[in-house]
Protein backbone atom coordinates (compact mmCIF):
# COMPACT_ATOMS: atom_id res chain seq x y z
CA UNK A 1 0.00 0.00 0.00
CA UNK A 2 2.94 2.33 0.61
CA UNK A 3 4.69 1.77 -2.38
CA UNK A 4 1.13 2.57 -4.16
CA UNK A 5 0.61 5.95 -2.31
CA UNK A 6 4.43 7.04 -3.13
CA UNK A 7 4.04 6.03 -7.19
CA UNK A 8 0.55 8.54 -6.71
CA UNK A 9 2.15 11.13 -4.93
CA UNK A 10 5.54 11.23 -7.70
CA UNK A 11 2.53 10.62 -10.04
CA UNK A 12 1.04 14.33 -8.90
CA UNK A 13 4.48 15.94 -8.29
CA UNK A 14 5.07 15.07 -12.45
CA UNK A 15 2.30 16.82 -13.44
CA UNK A 16 2.45 19.79 -11.34
CA UNK A 17 5.69 19.80 -12.06
CA UNK A 18 5.30 21.24 -15.86
CA UNK A 19 2.43 24.16 -14.64
CA UNK A 20 5.96 25.51 -12.39
CA UNK A 21 8.43 25.12 -15.69
CA UNK A 22 5.46 27.05 -17.06
CA UNK A 23 5.24 30.05 -15.14
CA UNK A 24 9.26 30.38 -14.66
CA UNK A 25 8.81 30.79 -17.99
CA UNK A 26 6.32 33.45 -18.40
CA UNK A 27 7.67 35.83 -15.95
CA UNK A 28 11.27 34.54 -17.64
CA UNK A 29 9.24 36.10 -20.77
CA UNK A 30 7.88 39.08 -18.69
CA UNK A 31 11.51 40.50 -17.97
CA UNK A 32 12.70 40.36 -21.70
CA UNK A 33 9.68 42.09 -22.62
CA UNK A 34 10.23 44.73 -19.94
CA UNK A 35 13.80 44.79 -20.69
CA UNK A 36 13.26 45.18 -24.25
CA UNK A 37 11.49 48.44 -23.98
CA UNK A 38 13.70 50.02 -21.69
CA UNK A 39 16.25 49.37 -24.35
CA UNK A 40 14.33 50.65 -26.72
CA UNK A 41 13.41 53.51 -25.37
CA UNK A 42 17.53 54.09 -24.05
CA UNK A 43 18.36 53.70 -27.69
CA UNK A 44 16.15 56.88 -28.44
CA UNK A 45 17.58 58.95 -25.81
CA UNK A 46 21.25 57.18 -27.59
CA UNK A 47 20.42 58.59 -30.83
CA UNK A 48 19.64 61.69 -29.47
CA UNK A 49 22.60 61.98 -27.69
CA UNK A 50 24.97 61.32 -30.58
CA UNK A 51 23.73 65.54 -32.08
CA UNK A 52 24.62 66.76 -28.76
CA UNK A 53 28.36 68.90 -28.47
CA UNK A 54 30.86 66.75 -26.21
CA UNK A 55 32.05 68.78 -23.02
CA UNK A 56 34.84 70.60 -22.90
CA UNK A 57 36.72 68.09 -20.03
CA UNK A 58 34.73 65.13 -20.68
CA UNK A 59 36.33 62.17 -19.57
CA UNK A 60 35.48 58.33 -19.61
CA UNK A 61 36.54 55.24 -18.70
CA UNK A 62 35.26 51.18 -20.37
CA UNK A 63 34.13 50.33 -16.63
CA UNK A 64 31.70 53.04 -15.73
CA UNK A 65 32.14 51.80 -12.02
CA UNK A 66 35.78 53.06 -12.25
CA UNK A 67 34.49 56.13 -12.94
CA UNK A 68 32.41 55.74 -9.92
CA UNK A 69 34.77 55.44 -7.16
CA UNK A 70 36.69 58.62 -8.77
CA UNK A 71 33.62 60.46 -8.23
CA UNK A 72 33.21 59.00 -5.06
CA UNK A 73 36.89 59.73 -3.89
CA UNK A 74 37.15 63.44 -5.15
CA UNK A 75 33.96 64.82 -3.97
CA UNK A 76 34.24 62.96 -0.64
CA UNK A 77 37.29 64.59 -0.55
CA UNK A 78 35.35 67.91 0.82
CA UNK A 79 34.70 65.98 3.53
CA UNK A 80 38.67 65.93 4.24
CA UNK A 81 38.91 69.99 3.67
CA UNK A 82 36.08 70.13 6.26
CA UNK A 83 37.44 67.75 8.83
CA UNK A 84 40.96 69.42 8.58
CA UNK A 85 40.14 72.94 9.42
CA UNK A 86 37.82 72.00 11.99
CA UNK A 87 40.85 70.35 13.64
CA UNK A 88 43.59 72.97 12.07
CA UNK A 89 42.08 75.46 14.97
CA UNK A 90 42.81 73.52 17.56
CA UNK A 91 46.81 73.33 16.94
CA UNK A 92 46.30 77.19 16.27
CA UNK A 93 44.53 77.77 19.73
CA UNK A 94 48.17 76.85 21.60
CA UNK A 95 49.59 80.61 20.38
CA UNK A 96 47.65 82.20 18.24
CA UNK A 97 45.12 84.05 20.76
CA UNK A 98 48.73 85.84 22.64
CA UNK A 99 50.24 86.34 19.02
CA UNK A 100 47.00 88.52 18.48
CA UNK A 101 46.18 89.82 21.36
CA UNK A 102 42.86 88.57 21.74
CA UNK A 103 40.10 88.10 24.65
CA UNK A 104 38.77 85.37 26.03
CA UNK A 105 35.94 86.30 24.18
CA UNK A 106 37.37 87.11 20.96
CA UNK A 107 38.86 83.46 21.13
CA UNK A 108 35.45 82.16 21.45
CA UNK A 109 34.14 83.90 18.17
CA UNK A 110 37.31 82.63 16.34
CA UNK A 111 36.91 79.46 17.32
CA UNK A 112 32.58 79.40 16.69
CA UNK A 113 33.24 81.40 13.25
CA UNK A 114 33.35 78.75 11.80
CA UNK A 115 30.20 76.64 12.41
CA UNK A 116 28.88 80.64 12.72
CA UNK A 117 30.25 81.14 8.21
CA UNK A 118 28.78 77.59 7.97
CA UNK A 119 25.20 77.91 8.42
CA UNK A 120 25.85 81.39 6.04
CA UNK A 121 26.95 78.82 3.71
CA UNK A 122 24.40 76.39 4.41
CA UNK A 123 21.53 79.33 3.26
CA UNK A 124 23.93 80.04 -0.17
CA UNK A 125 23.41 75.90 -0.59
CA UNK A 126 19.28 76.73 -1.97
CA UNK A 127 20.37 78.69 -4.48
CA UNK A 128 23.46 77.66 -5.76
CA UNK A 129 22.33 74.11 -5.98
CA UNK A 130 19.26 75.04 -7.80
CA UNK A 131 20.78 77.43 -10.23
CA UNK A 132 24.37 76.50 -10.38
CA UNK A 133 24.42 72.58 -9.92
CA UNK A 134 26.06 70.32 -7.16
CA UNK A 135 29.25 69.88 -8.79
CA UNK A 136 29.48 73.72 -9.39
CA UNK A 137 28.73 74.55 -5.74
CA UNK A 138 31.44 72.57 -4.35
CA UNK A 139 33.67 74.56 -7.18
CA UNK A 140 32.93 77.49 -5.43
CA UNK A 141 32.89 76.12 -2.02
CA UNK A 142 37.04 75.00 -3.12
CA UNK A 143 37.24 78.84 -4.32
CA UNK A 144 35.67 79.72 -0.35
CA UNK A 145 38.06 77.84 1.11
CA UNK A 146 41.00 79.53 -0.55
CA UNK A 147 39.97 83.25 0.41
CA UNK A 148 39.13 82.38 3.86
CA UNK A 149 42.56 79.93 4.47
CA UNK A 150 44.41 82.71 2.95
CA UNK A 151 42.95 85.26 5.08
CA UNK A 152 43.65 83.54 8.41
CA UNK A 153 47.49 83.01 7.30
CA UNK A 154 47.84 86.49 6.95
CA UNK A 155 46.09 87.71 9.51
CA UNK A 156 47.09 90.43 11.49
CA UNK A 157 43.92 91.49 14.04
CA UNK A 158 40.95 89.51 15.59
CA UNK A 159 38.72 90.92 12.66
CA UNK A 160 41.14 89.53 10.07
CA UNK A 161 40.74 86.26 11.69
CA UNK A 162 37.49 86.14 11.96
CA UNK A 163 36.86 87.33 8.32
CA UNK A 164 39.03 84.48 7.58
CA UNK A 165 36.84 82.10 9.67
CA UNK A 166 33.88 82.88 8.26
CA UNK A 167 34.89 83.13 4.81
CA UNK A 168 36.01 79.30 5.20
CA UNK A 169 33.05 78.48 7.49
CA UNK A 170 30.90 79.60 4.29
CA UNK A 171 33.24 76.99 2.37
CA UNK A 172 32.47 74.29 4.75
CA UNK A 173 28.43 74.76 4.67
CA UNK A 174 27.77 74.92 0.90
CA UNK A 175 30.32 71.88 0.51
CA UNK A 176 28.98 69.72 3.31
CA UNK A 177 25.30 69.99 2.06
CA UNK A 178 26.07 69.55 -1.37
CA UNK A 179 28.91 66.85 -1.58
CA UNK A 180 26.42 64.05 0.04
CA UNK A 181 23.72 64.86 -2.55
CA UNK A 182 26.01 64.92 -5.03
CA UNK A 183 27.21 61.31 -4.18
CA UNK A 184 23.84 59.69 -3.37
CA UNK A 185 22.18 61.06 -6.41
CA UNK A 186 25.15 59.47 -8.34
CA UNK A 187 25.97 56.51 -7.17
CA UNK A 188 23.47 52.44 -6.83
CA UNK A 189 20.82 52.79 -4.23
CA UNK A 190 22.56 48.75 -2.96
CA UNK A 191 25.78 50.86 -1.77
CA UNK A 192 24.78 54.49 -1.19
CA UNK A 193 24.64 54.13 2.89
CA UNK A 194 28.62 53.08 2.49
CA UNK A 195 29.54 55.49 -0.43
CA UNK A 196 27.81 58.06 1.50
CA UNK A 197 29.51 57.70 4.28
CA UNK A 198 32.77 57.63 3.00
CA UNK A 199 32.34 61.47 3.02
CA UNK A 200 32.76 61.39 6.96
CA UNK A 201 35.03 59.10 6.84
CA UNK A 202 36.68 61.76 4.78
CA UNK A 203 36.02 64.29 7.91
CA UNK A 204 37.54 62.02 10.18
CA UNK A 205 40.79 61.52 7.91
CA UNK A 206 41.08 65.53 8.13
CA UNK A 207 40.68 65.96 11.33
CA UNK A 208 43.24 63.30 12.25
CA UNK A 209 45.90 65.31 9.44
CA UNK A 210 44.85 68.80 11.13
CA UNK A 211 46.04 67.27 14.11
CA UNK A 212 49.51 65.93 12.73
CA UNK A 213 50.05 69.34 10.69
CA UNK A 214 49.45 70.62 14.10
CA UNK A 215 52.17 68.40 15.76
CA UNK A 216 54.70 69.47 13.29
CA UNK A 217 54.59 72.93 13.08
CA UNK A 218 53.73 73.79 16.49
CA UNK A 219 56.74 75.47 18.04
CA UNK A 220 57.93 77.34 15.20
CA UNK A 221 57.94 80.90 14.91
CA UNK A 222 54.39 82.19 13.67
CA UNK A 223 53.36 78.34 13.80
CA UNK A 224 49.57 79.06 13.88
CA UNK A 225 49.57 80.55 10.30
CA UNK A 226 51.13 77.55 8.77
CA UNK A 227 48.81 75.42 10.94
CA UNK A 228 45.85 77.48 9.35
CA UNK A 229 47.47 77.85 5.99
CA UNK A 230 48.07 74.61 5.17
CA UNK A 231 44.48 73.88 4.02
CA UNK A 232 45.07 75.61 0.80
CA UNK A 233 47.00 72.72 -0.96
CA UNK A 234 44.03 70.77 -0.33
CA UNK A 235 41.50 73.13 -1.65
CA UNK A 236 43.36 73.48 -4.77
CA UNK A 237 43.30 69.34 -5.57
CA UNK A 238 39.92 68.97 -5.44
CA UNK A 239 39.17 72.57 -7.18
CA UNK A 240 40.75 70.70 -10.45
CA UNK A 241 39.62 67.17 -9.61
CA UNK A 242 36.13 69.14 -9.94
CA UNK A 243 36.63 70.50 -13.43
CA UNK A 244 36.60 66.91 -14.95
CA UNK A 245 33.86 65.84 -12.79
CA UNK A 246 30.05 65.58 -14.58
CA UNK A 247 26.88 66.78 -12.85
CA UNK A 248 24.59 64.86 -11.17
CA UNK A 249 22.06 62.85 -13.29
CA UNK A 250 19.21 63.32 -11.23
CA UNK A 251 19.90 67.17 -10.84
CA UNK A 252 20.31 66.82 -14.75
CA UNK A 253 16.87 65.09 -14.65
CA UNK A 254 15.42 67.46 -12.64
CA UNK A 255 16.12 70.21 -14.62
CA UNK A 256 14.58 68.75 -17.56
CA UNK A 257 17.89 67.93 -19.31
CA UNK A 258 17.52 64.56 -19.95
CA UNK A 259 19.77 63.63 -22.72
CA UNK A 260 22.79 65.33 -20.78
CA UNK A 261 21.30 62.57 -17.62
CA UNK A 262 21.69 59.77 -20.59
CA UNK A 263 24.99 60.76 -21.13
CA UNK A 264 26.55 61.32 -17.87
CA UNK A 265 24.42 57.77 -16.24
CA UNK A 266 26.03 56.31 -19.28
CA UNK A 267 29.43 57.17 -18.28
CA UNK A 268 29.46 57.02 -14.42
CA UNK A 269 26.68 53.72 -13.47
CA UNK A 270 26.23 52.41 -17.59
CA UNK A 271 23.42 50.32 -18.64
CA UNK A 272 25.01 46.85 -18.33
CA UNK A 273 22.39 45.59 -15.96
CA UNK A 274 18.61 45.32 -15.28
CA UNK A 275 18.63 47.60 -12.37
CA UNK A 276 20.84 50.85 -14.15
CA UNK A 277 18.14 50.58 -16.81
CA UNK A 278 14.93 50.37 -14.26
CA UNK A 279 16.79 52.95 -11.95
CA UNK A 280 17.30 55.55 -14.79
CA UNK A 281 13.69 55.04 -16.12
CA UNK A 282 12.38 55.15 -12.76
CA UNK A 283 14.03 57.96 -12.07
CA UNK A 284 13.00 60.01 -14.94
CA UNK A 285 9.23 58.97 -14.61
CA UNK A 286 9.46 59.75 -10.68
CA UNK A 287 10.73 63.77 -11.41
CA UNK A 288 8.14 63.34 -13.80
CA UNK A 289 5.48 62.87 -11.76
CA UNK A 290 7.20 65.64 -9.46
CA UNK A 291 7.14 68.30 -11.76
CA UNK A 292 3.05 67.48 -12.31
CA UNK A 293 2.43 67.20 -8.61
CA UNK A 294 4.13 70.76 -7.49
CA UNK A 295 3.22 72.30 -11.23
CA UNK A 296 0.90 74.94 -9.32
CA UNK A 297 3.38 76.00 -6.56
CA UNK A 298 6.64 75.64 -8.73
CA UNK A 299 7.43 79.41 -7.63
CA UNK A 300 7.21 78.64 -4.35
CA UNK A 301 8.23 74.94 -4.06
CA UNK A 302 9.62 74.81 -0.44
CA UNK A 303 6.03 75.70 0.33
CA UNK A 304 5.30 71.86 0.34
CA UNK A 305 7.15 71.59 3.75
CA UNK A 306 4.01 72.94 5.50
CA UNK A 307 1.52 71.60 3.18
CA UNK A 308 2.98 67.85 2.01
CA UNK A 309 2.66 65.91 4.79
CA UNK A 310 5.65 63.54 2.94
CA UNK A 311 7.87 66.50 2.48
CA UNK A 312 6.76 67.46 6.09
CA UNK A 313 7.73 64.24 7.58
CA UNK A 314 11.13 64.31 5.93
CA UNK A 315 12.25 67.47 6.91
CA UNK A 316 11.35 67.35 10.47
CA UNK A 317 12.67 63.52 10.78
CA UNK A 318 16.34 64.35 9.32
CA UNK A 319 16.73 67.85 11.66
CA UNK A 320 15.52 66.41 14.67
CA UNK A 321 18.66 63.55 13.71
CA UNK A 322 20.89 65.87 13.49
CA UNK A 323 19.96 68.23 16.34
CA UNK A 324 20.21 65.27 18.65
CA UNK A 325 23.57 64.28 17.02
CA UNK A 326 25.30 67.81 17.73
CA UNK A 327 23.95 68.80 20.88
CA UNK A 328 26.17 65.61 21.92
CA UNK A 329 29.11 68.38 21.85
CA UNK A 330 31.45 66.17 19.52
CA UNK A 331 32.80 69.60 17.80
CA UNK A 332 33.23 71.75 20.79
CA UNK A 333 35.55 68.52 22.30
CA UNK A 334 37.19 68.70 19.10
CA UNK A 335 37.68 72.60 18.40
CA UNK A 336 39.26 72.31 22.30
CA UNK A 337 41.06 69.10 22.16
CA UNK A 338 44.33 70.74 22.78
CA UNK A 339 43.17 72.50 25.42
CA UNK A 340 41.34 69.28 27.33
CA UNK A 341 44.58 67.81 27.06
CA UNK A 342 46.26 70.33 29.04
CA UNK A 343 43.94 70.48 31.53
CA UNK A 344 44.56 66.80 32.00
CA UNK A 345 48.42 67.35 32.38
CA UNK A 346 49.98 67.21 29.19
CA UNK A 347 52.04 69.73 28.35
CA UNK A 348 51.58 72.18 25.34
CA UNK A 349 53.45 69.93 22.69
CA UNK A 350 52.39 66.54 24.12
CA UNK A 351 48.79 68.56 24.16
CA UNK A 352 48.84 68.30 20.25
CA UNK A 353 50.12 64.99 19.68
CA UNK A 354 47.39 63.39 21.97
CA UNK A 355 44.54 65.19 20.09
CA UNK A 356 45.96 62.91 17.46
CA UNK A 357 44.36 60.13 19.82
CA UNK A 358 40.91 61.61 19.78
CA UNK A 359 41.15 62.36 15.91
CA UNK A 360 42.31 58.56 15.32
CA UNK A 361 39.38 57.15 17.19
CA UNK A 362 36.84 59.33 15.04
CA UNK A 363 38.59 58.03 11.84
CA UNK A 364 38.46 54.54 13.09
CA UNK A 365 35.35 54.46 13.87
CA UNK A 366 34.02 55.43 10.64
CA UNK A 367 35.39 52.57 9.06
CA UNK A 368 32.75 49.57 10.03
CA UNK A 369 30.12 52.28 8.79
CA UNK A 370 31.83 52.59 5.16
CA UNK A 371 32.10 48.70 5.23
CA UNK A 372 28.79 47.44 6.86
CA UNK A 373 26.24 50.06 7.31
CA UNK A 374 24.50 49.20 3.97
CA UNK A 375 24.35 45.56 4.86
CA UNK A 376 23.09 46.32 8.43
CA UNK A 377 20.95 49.30 7.61
CA UNK A 378 20.48 52.97 9.51
CA UNK A 379 18.32 52.33 12.02
CA UNK A 380 19.96 48.89 13.56
CA UNK A 381 23.26 50.72 12.91
CA UNK A 382 22.31 54.03 14.85
CA UNK A 383 20.73 52.20 17.51
CA UNK A 384 23.47 49.86 17.74
CA UNK A 385 26.22 52.79 18.23
CA UNK A 386 24.82 54.86 20.93
CA UNK A 387 25.35 53.00 24.18
CA UNK A 388 29.12 52.53 22.92
CA UNK A 389 29.08 56.24 22.83
CA UNK A 390 27.48 56.50 26.19
CA UNK A 391 30.08 54.81 28.00
CA UNK A 392 32.44 56.88 26.92
CA UNK A 393 31.21 59.76 27.89
CA UNK A 394 30.65 58.34 31.41
CA UNK A 395 34.22 57.55 31.40
CA UNK A 396 34.86 61.06 30.16
CA UNK A 397 33.32 62.11 33.35
CA UNK A 398 34.76 59.75 36.03
CA UNK A 399 38.48 60.94 34.59
CA UNK A 400 37.21 64.55 35.22
CA UNK A 401 37.28 63.31 38.97
CA UNK A 402 40.51 61.90 39.90
CA UNK A 403 42.45 64.04 41.34
CA UNK A 404 45.44 64.40 38.39
CA UNK A 405 47.98 65.83 41.33
CA UNK A 406 47.76 62.42 43.01
CA UNK A 407 46.74 60.09 40.59
CA UNK A 408 48.01 61.43 37.11
CA UNK A 409 48.23 58.08 35.20
CA UNK A 410 44.75 56.85 36.22
CA UNK A 411 43.44 60.43 35.23
CA UNK A 412 45.12 60.07 32.10
CA UNK A 413 44.06 56.50 31.62
CA UNK A 414 40.24 56.78 32.33
CA UNK A 415 39.82 59.98 30.84
CA UNK A 416 41.73 58.80 27.46
CA UNK A 417 39.78 55.84 27.07
CA UNK A 418 36.66 57.76 27.66
CA UNK A 419 37.78 59.63 24.78
CA UNK A 420 38.79 56.85 22.44
CA UNK A 421 35.24 55.25 22.90
CA UNK A 422 33.23 58.32 22.41
CA UNK A 423 35.16 59.42 19.47
CA UNK A 424 35.14 56.09 18.01
CA UNK A 425 31.34 54.84 18.37
CA UNK A 426 30.36 58.72 17.06
CA UNK A 427 32.29 57.99 13.99
CA UNK A 428 30.18 55.61 13.18
CA UNK A 429 27.66 56.63 14.09
CA UNK A 430 28.07 60.20 12.63
CA UNK A 431 27.83 58.90 8.62
CA UNK A 432 24.57 59.17 9.85
CA UNK A 433 24.92 62.68 9.77
CA UNK A 434 25.51 62.61 6.37
CA UNK A 435 23.36 59.83 4.47
CA UNK A 436 20.00 60.28 5.89
CA UNK A 437 19.56 64.15 5.23
CA UNK A 438 21.10 63.51 1.74
CA UNK A 439 18.21 60.62 0.86
CA UNK A 440 15.07 61.57 2.45
CA UNK A 441 13.87 64.46 0.63
CA UNK A 442 12.29 64.39 -2.71
CA UNK A 443 14.54 65.31 -6.08
CA UNK A 444 12.62 68.56 -6.41
CA UNK A 445 13.07 69.53 -2.92
CA UNK A 446 16.28 68.07 -1.79
CA UNK A 447 18.35 71.04 -2.17
CA UNK A 448 15.97 73.21 0.26
CA UNK A 449 16.03 70.28 2.06
CA UNK A 450 20.22 70.02 2.79
CA UNK A 451 19.84 73.85 2.83
CA UNK A 452 17.77 73.56 6.15
CA UNK A 453 19.59 70.37 7.33
CA UNK A 454 23.21 71.74 6.76
CA UNK A 455 22.08 75.07 8.68
CA UNK A 456 20.56 73.70 11.41
CA UNK A 457 24.43 71.17 11.97
CA UNK A 458 26.26 74.17 11.73
CA UNK A 459 23.99 76.36 13.60
CA UNK A 460 23.81 73.68 16.86
CA UNK A 461 27.62 73.14 16.55
CA UNK A 462 28.33 76.92 16.97
CA UNK A 463 25.47 77.00 19.63
CA UNK A 464 27.86 73.95 21.42
CA UNK A 465 31.27 74.76 20.31
CA UNK A 466 30.93 78.99 21.28
CA UNK A 467 28.96 78.25 24.67
CA UNK A 468 31.46 75.43 25.55
CA UNK A 469 33.78 76.99 28.13
CA UNK A 470 30.69 79.04 29.56
CA UNK A 471 28.63 76.02 29.96
CA UNK A 472 31.58 74.10 31.39
CA UNK A 473 32.25 76.42 34.35
CA UNK A 474 28.84 77.12 35.15
CA UNK A 475 27.52 73.27 34.89
CA UNK A 476 30.78 71.66 35.47
CA UNK A 477 32.59 69.24 33.74
CA UNK A 478 31.00 66.34 34.92
CA UNK A 479 27.34 67.50 34.68
CA UNK A 480 28.36 68.99 31.18
CA UNK A 481 29.26 65.60 29.98
CA UNK A 482 27.23 63.37 31.72
CA UNK A 483 23.97 65.65 32.32
CA UNK A 484 24.01 67.43 29.15
CA UNK A 485 25.54 65.35 26.90
CA UNK A 486 24.64 61.73 28.14
CA UNK A 487 20.90 63.12 28.46
CA UNK A 488 20.91 64.31 24.60
CA UNK A 489 22.34 61.20 23.51
CA UNK A 490 19.96 58.87 25.78
CA UNK A 491 17.07 61.18 24.64
CA UNK A 492 18.13 60.26 20.77
CA UNK A 493 18.61 56.89 21.74
CA UNK A 494 14.76 56.88 22.61
CA UNK A 495 13.52 58.85 19.85
CA UNK A 496 15.77 56.51 16.99
CA UNK A 497 14.08 53.18 18.33
CA UNK A 498 10.42 55.23 18.12
CA UNK A 499 10.49 57.02 14.83
CA UNK A 500 13.71 55.78 13.15
CA UNK A 501 12.25 54.15 9.30
CA UNK A 502 14.92 52.00 7.55
CA UNK A 503 16.43 53.15 4.00
CA UNK A 504 18.81 50.33 3.09
CA UNK A 505 19.03 49.22 -0.35
CA UNK A 506 16.16 51.43 -1.44
CA UNK A 507 16.20 53.86 -4.37
CA UNK A 508 16.02 57.64 -3.69
CA UNK A 509 12.40 57.03 -5.30
CA UNK A 510 11.68 53.73 -3.33
CA UNK A 511 12.41 56.14 -0.40
CA UNK A 512 9.36 58.36 -1.68
CA UNK A 513 6.97 55.95 -1.27
CA UNK A 514 8.04 55.02 2.26
CA UNK A 515 7.69 58.84 3.92
CA UNK A 516 4.08 58.75 2.01
CA UNK A 517 3.05 56.50 4.76
CA UNK A 518 1.77 57.97 7.56
CA UNK A 519 4.05 58.34 10.86
CA UNK A 520 2.08 55.83 12.81
CA UNK A 521 2.57 53.19 10.32
CA UNK A 522 6.38 53.69 10.88
CA UNK A 523 6.07 53.77 14.51
CA UNK A 524 4.08 50.45 14.96
CA UNK A 525 6.61 48.74 12.16
CA UNK A 526 9.46 49.93 14.46
CA UNK A 527 7.76 49.19 17.67
CA UNK A 528 6.88 45.95 16.33
CA UNK A 529 10.31 45.13 15.36
CA UNK A 530 11.89 46.43 19.07
CA UNK A 531 9.44 44.01 20.81
CA UNK A 532 10.66 41.00 19.05
CA UNK A 533 14.31 41.87 19.66
CA UNK A 534 13.71 42.60 23.71
CA UNK A 535 12.40 38.73 23.00
CA UNK A 536 14.78 37.24 20.86
CA UNK A 537 17.03 39.36 23.82
CA UNK A 538 15.37 37.40 27.08
CA UNK A 539 15.59 33.97 25.18
CA UNK A 540 19.62 34.53 23.86
CA UNK A 541 18.58 33.91 20.87
CA UNK A 542 21.76 36.56 20.06
CA UNK A 543 22.40 35.28 16.43
CA UNK A 544 18.99 36.36 15.38
CA UNK A 545 19.45 40.12 16.94
CA UNK A 546 22.81 40.39 15.41
CA UNK A 547 22.19 39.18 11.87
CA UNK A 548 23.05 41.62 9.10
CA UNK A 549 19.20 41.11 8.04
CA UNK A 550 17.12 41.38 11.75
CA UNK A 551 13.62 41.77 11.37
CA UNK A 552 12.92 42.37 7.87
Given at each position: MSEAKDLDVLADAHKEAPIAVEMDHVDLKENQVSEAAMDAELQLLEEQLQSLPKAKFEISFSNPAIYTWILVGFASMGGLLSGLDQSLISGANISLPDALHLSSSQASLVNGGMPLGAVAGALLLSPANEYLGRRMSIIVSCILYTVGAGLEAGAINFGMIFAGRMVLGAGVGLEGGTVPVYVAE??????????????????????????AVAAIFIGVDGDWRYILGSSLVFS????????????????????????????????????????????FLGMRQAVQIEAEEQSQTKKYAWMDFFTNPRARRAIVYANIMIFLGQFTGVNAVMYYMSTLMEAIGFDEKKAVFMSLVGGGSLMIGAIPAVLYMERFGRRYWANAMLPGFFIGLVLVGVGYTIDYSKHPAAAEGVYLTGIILYMSFFGSYACLTWVIPSEVFPT????????????????????????????????????????????????GWFYQIIFMPETKNKSLEEIDELFSQPTSVIVKKNMKQTSQVIRDLAHF????????????
Amino acid sequence: MSEAKDLDVLADAHKEAPIAVEMDHVDLKENQVSEAAMDAELQLLEEQLQSLPKAKFEISFSNPAIYTWILVGFASMGGLLSGLDQSLISGANISLPDALHLSSSQASLVNGGMPLGAVAGALLLSPANEYLGRRMSIIVSCILYTVGAGLEAGAINFGMIFAGRMVLGAGVGLEGGTVPVYVAESVPSKIRGNLVSLYQLNIALGEVLGYAVAAIFIGVDGDWRYILGSSLVFSTILLVGMLFLPESPRYLMHKGREIEAYDVWKRIRGFNDFDAKDEFLGMRQAVQIEAEEQSQTKKYAWMDFFTNPRARRAIVYANIMIFLGQFTGVNAVMYYMSTLMEAIGFDEKKAVFMSLVGGGSLMIGAIPAVLYMERFGRRYWANAMLPGFFIGLVLVGVGYTIDYSKHPAAAEGVYLTGIILYMSFFGSYACLTWVIPSEVFPTYLRSYGMTTADANLFLCSFIVTYNFTRMMDSMTRIGLTLGFYGGIAVLGWFYQIIFMPETKNKSLEEIDELFSQPTSVIVKKNMKQTSQVIRDLAHFRLRKVFSPEPYN
